[in-house]
């Protein structure tokens, strides 16, 4: 599986973006998916997970009630719906793939693939 991540940019506080991540591969419904980002000097971190149907999504504190996880295994395609922003969502996202798993595990190295990141800048 090959992952392409997009859709970061610079936003106001307050405002809203939608990260997408581009899966190649006829197993990517087999996998759960996520999103994790990491600030400069900081450690990557989980912010949200969804399993292979899309049953169930998990999120980061920091991300519950402002982001949103989705996924359309007919595209291939995962989304991250991101409002509320705030300054200290600045980081590069990245989408990862947990092959047979749930997007649940919140330890980056569990996932299998990785796509390449994308910047996320939030001025205040």
């Known amino acids: 599986v090959q992952l392409q991540a997009s859709g970061g940019g610079v936003v106001q506080a307050g405002g809203s973006l939608r990260l997408s991540c581009a899966a190649s591969?006829?197993?990517?419904?087999?996998?759960?998916m996520a999103w994790f980002r990491q600030a400069p000097g900081k450690e990557r971190e989980f912010v949200a997970g969804?399993?292979?149907?899309?049953?169930?999504?998990f999120y980061a504190d920091s991300a519950k009630g402002r982001f949103t996880i989705s996924r359309d295994n007919a595209k291939n395609m995962v989304y991250l719906q991101m409002n509320s922003l705030k300054p200290e969502d600045t980081a590069v996202y990245y989408c990862?793939?947990?092959?047979?798993?749930?997007?649940?595990?919140?330890?980056?190295?569990?996932?299998?693939?990785w796509g390449q990141g994308t910047l996320v800048t939030v001025s205040s």
């Open positions: 591969g006829r197993t990517f419904s087999e996998h759960g």
């Open positions: 969804i399993s292979w149907s899309g049953s169930s999504t």
């Open positions: 990862a793939a947990e092959k047979n798993g749930v997007g649940a595990t919140t330890t980056p190295a569990l996932y299998d693939y």
